[in-house]
Nanobody, 119 residues
Framework: QVQLVESGGGLVQAGGSLRLSCAYS????????MGWYRQVPGKQRELVAD???????SYADSVKGRFTISRDNAKNTVYLQMNSLKPEDTAVYYC?????????????WGQGTQVTVSS
């Protein structure tokens, strides 16, 4: 069973920064991709950024140039550095890990962390 423990959410003013962390309990060799999603009430969960097992990254257009996803393999932790935050970034942010086909292609989610950006 893969466990994901998120931290780093909170309240920040527009233009400010936050860094989210997600500690994962699985070997990197079993990971196909990992990422951060966000969800606001009444809307579907949307991809914010992801990073493959090999280190390739991609971002939603709405966060390009402001958010950076990174990974510390020694600490088994993936980060989301969020700069120049906007009120529309307010959401619950979820960490996601998807395993490779060899490990069943299963997807795991963190418990979510609230990010609130005030105007």
């Amino acid at each position: 069973q893969v466990q994901l423990v998120e931290s780093g959410g909170g309240l920040v003013q527009a233009g400010g920064s936050l860094r989210l962390s997600c500690a994962y309990s699985v070997s990197l060799v079993s990971i196909y991709t990992m990422g951060w999603y966000r969800q606001v009430p009444g809307k579907q969960r949307e991809l914010v950024a992801d990073i493959s097992g090999g280190g390739s990254t991609s971002y939603a257009d709405s966060v390009k140039g402001r958010f950076t996803i990174s990974r510390d393999n020694a600490k088994n932790t993936v980060y989301l550095q969020m700069n120049s935050l906007k009120p529309e970034d307010t959401a619950v942010y979820y960490c996601m890990v998807r395993l490779t086909p060899r490990y069943g292609s299963r997807t795991y989610w963190g418990q979510g962390t609230q990010v609130t950006v005030s105007s």
